[in-house]
């Protein structure tokens, strides 16, 4: 047995590897000493045979499988000829690197390798992914092959899964890990508004982080304590959900699979620092050389379907006096889309609304001093529409069936078909060649059925090469809000839209749930229309502005609905975003915890600044609410404590003291992170912001 160790920062990793045997995770945790002894490490951890156990004890380690009389489900199952394969993997060897570990197994019998690839980089965040190979002369299928087969240690005892469904994604939940584990699938092509490609484990305040990188349908298990499990940890895993014949293996073929991401972290905001630090240095494209996030006005909740030059230009007019920097106009400008039954496919800018294509109303918003984005849904087709005509065939469909099912309408393309993918590229290249569009709103809002394998790496393919011809242009990953948020997608877009829900109360759940992996830059953050159309909630233009800043902020809704008084102040909040987001968007993010579970609030520090959001959505409980205790502060650094204007309404009359909170107070960080700040938190919809800066020592 040797015992290999991959350090991160504050994490360490020990394997236990041997040749012709096993291998095993006998460590997870915080950084160990150099000098470890890794051998007494793992004998301080292992377990004899119990009673009604196989007489040498299985171990699932690093490759469940039921070899040896383990019981719990197998990372990998093979087929071969239709029957299953009884695999049996030994370790044939590994290469350790700074950072980063491949463990291969072989089964000769069966004519199978498998590597394991195991990696640690910015944040701490491990990456892992296995490749599979069939060695021997007839074709192996692979039903599933798990990047990640991890026994989780023993001190986690609960778990957050998410759960959610259009305009009210990412619902928390935390339970413990019962004897009979948790199990999470997609069936519709994409991640989906179901969250199964997140989990969070729980040790106490430790939390281990966890995702598919994967922008099709997810397969996660739990399985704690299976009665043959050798110690009483459960093995976790996770992998890509393959239809049945999907990958099938030719000899010498090999594939990979997505990537696993993991992070442990003492606490949840280390954990959301952890995977933002990730994506930042090594997911999002081109993280380092983005400009500040524009701050979009969008016209979907503006004007809908009802869209015309000059109610378009008029719109933008009323943006740009806002502060927009950018014009997104949303669905309905192509084909003969006056409402959402006709012509997706029909990728060429309607002449019933703009006689003179979209020049005229770029170059309007260009003169504006904004740059212009465009919604596109590329890859669906409404029956009624000159491509579906063109081609019946390209949809995703059962051979020899009448029965084409639509949702919203609508069907989908068959992504795996190359055909498809040149036609999308065709006509997406023409559009962004023939036309100044700096940003490409990319939806999806129909699920993927009948089953669809090879959509994914198909959506990916065309993304690629739309983004290697036109490299300067910005995109978002859309899908009905929510639908198809995963790292492997954010390696390619700028953003997403985390919820077609912009009503600001139900945000402030959305936005601390989805920012638990992804940064702020990335999510899009807009102030609609009260009421809302979505929740019929009417808010106040202070709490909506405020709420919307915390993200990428844009505005979803119509300046010339609201009142002189709402665009001045929306006007205001917008100017403090852009103030802001050089913190915002760079910084290390801290969920604030407050007694009262209606009080939200998130805290973003960065070099010498820091801004924190406080909101509440209920009516207190309490006459006076407790304090809000900061976080990320160095202790003994001196701040100044302002409360950025416009405030509230009515905090003239609950604030204490308001011509101090103007010249702002001067605390240590130590006051700042035990104390905290009083607040007047009474009503329900009320935000404050707070702004810190570092005093020179
Ligand atoms: C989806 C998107 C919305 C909007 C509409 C347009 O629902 O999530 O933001 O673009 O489509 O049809």
């Not at 040498?56 to 499988?65: A, C």
């Not at 709420?547 to 990428?552: M, P, R, T």
């Not at 909101?615 to 407790?626: M, R, Y």
């Amino acid at each position: 047995m040797e015992f290999v160790r991959l350090d991160g920062e504050r994490l360490t990793l020990v394997f236990a590897l041997e040749k012709g045997g096993a291998a095993d995770c006998v460590y997870l945790g915080a950084r160990l000493p150099a000098g470890e002894d890794l051998a007494m490490l793992a004998a301080a951890g292992a377990r004899g045979r119990h009673e009604s156990q196989p007489d040498v004890p299985p171990v699932p380690g690093l490759l469940p499988e039921r070899k040896g009389g383990w019981s719990g489900t197998p990372a990998v199952v093979l087929r071969r000829a239709s029957a299953r394969v009884a695999t049996h993997f030994r370790v044939s060897g590994w290469e350790a690197d700074a950072g980063a570990l491949a463990i291969r197994f072989a089964d000769r019998l069966a004519g199978v390798e498998v590597a394991v690839r195991w990696r640690i980089g910015a944040g701490d965040v491990l990456r892992c992914a296995a490749t599979i190979t069939n060695t021997a002369a007839a074709p192996l299928e692979v039903e599933r092959c798990a990047a990640l087969a991890l026994p989780v240690p023993a001190r986690f005892t609960e778990a957050t899964t998410y759960a959610g469904r259009w305009a009210a994604e990412m619902q928390e939940h935390r339970r413990a890990i019962l004897p009979d584990g948790l199990r999470r699938v997609s069936a519709i092509g994409k991640p989906g508004f179901a969250g199964g490609n997140w989990l969070l484990l729980h040790a106490g305040e430790e939390v281990l982080g966890a995702h598919l990188s994967w922008s099709g349908d997810h397969w996660l298990a739990l399985e704690p304590d299976r009665q043959c499990a050798a110690d009483g940890r459960a093995v976790l895993l996770m992998a890509a959900a393959l239809e049945s014949g999907e990958v099938v293996l030719a000899p010498d073929d090999s594939v990979t699979t997505p990537e696993a991401v993991l992070a442990l972290a003492p606490n949840r905001s280390a954990l959301a620092q952890a995977f933002h630090a990730h994506l930042r240095a090594e997911v999002l494209p081109g993280r380092k050389d983005w400009g500040p996030r524009k701050v979009h006005l969008n016209s979907w909740e503006a004007l809908g379907f009802d869209l015309s030059e000059d109610g378009l230009m008029a719109l933008a007019d009323q943006a740009a006096a806002l502060g927009a920097e950018r014009f997104v106009l949303d669905d309905g400008w192509f084909g003969g889309r006056r409402d959402d039954t006709t012509s997706l496919g029909d990728w060429t800018v309607s002449p019933d609304v703009f006689p003179n294509g979209l020049a005229p109303l770029i170059a309007h918003v260009k003169s504006l001093g904004m740059d212009f984005g465009l919604w596109v849904e590329p890859e669906m087709v409404s029956p009624d529409s000159d491509l579906y005509r063109a081609h019946p065939d390209w949809c995703l469909h059962t051979e020899g069936r009448e029965e084409r099912p639509t949702m919203r309408g609508q069907l989908a393309l068959d992504m795996a078909r190359e055909e498809v993918r040149n036609h999308l590229f065709a006509a997406l290249d023409a559009l962004l060649r023939e036309n100044a569009i700096a940003y490409l709103k990319w939806d999806h809002n129909r699920d993927l059925f009948p089953c669809a394998p090879g959509q994914a790496e198909g959506f990916h393919a065309l993304l690629d090469r739309l983004r290697a011809a036109h490299p300067q242009v910005e995109i978002e990953s859309c899908a009905s809000g929510g639908g198809r948020i995963d790292f492997a997608v954010l390696s390619r877009v700028h953003r997403v839209w985390p919820s077609d829900n912009n009503d600001a109360v139900e945000r402030l759940r959305i936005m601390p749930a989805w920012s638990q992996f992804l940064p702020l830059e990335v999510l899009g953050s807009h102030v609609g229309p009260s009421p809302n159309p979505i929740t019929g909630r009417r808010l106040g233009m202070d709490f909506r502005a405020k709420v919307a800043i915390f993200g990428h902020m844009g505005v979803e809704a119509d300046p010339a609905r609201m009142s002189d008084r709402e665009r001045e102040t929306l006007k205001a909040h917008i100017a403090l975003y852009t103030a802001w987001r050089g913190v915002l968007h760079a910084g290390a993010l801290h969920r604030l915890a407050h007694p009262d579970q209606n009080v939200t609030g998130l805290m973003v520090s960065h070099e010498d600044r820091a801004l924190a959001l406080v909101a509440q959505t209920a009516f207190s409980p309490v006459f006076d609410a407790a304090p809000i205790r900061l976080a990320g502060l160095a202790p003994e650094a001196r701040y100044r404590v302002t409360l950025p204007e416009p405030w509230p309404p009515k905090a003239k009359h609950y604030l204490a003291n308001p011509d101090q909170w103007r010249a702002g107070l001067v605390l240590s960080g130590t006051a700042l992170m035990t104390h905290g700040l009083a607040l007047p938190l009474t009503h329900p919809e009320t935000a404050w912001l707070i702004a810190l800066e570092r005093l020179a020592a």
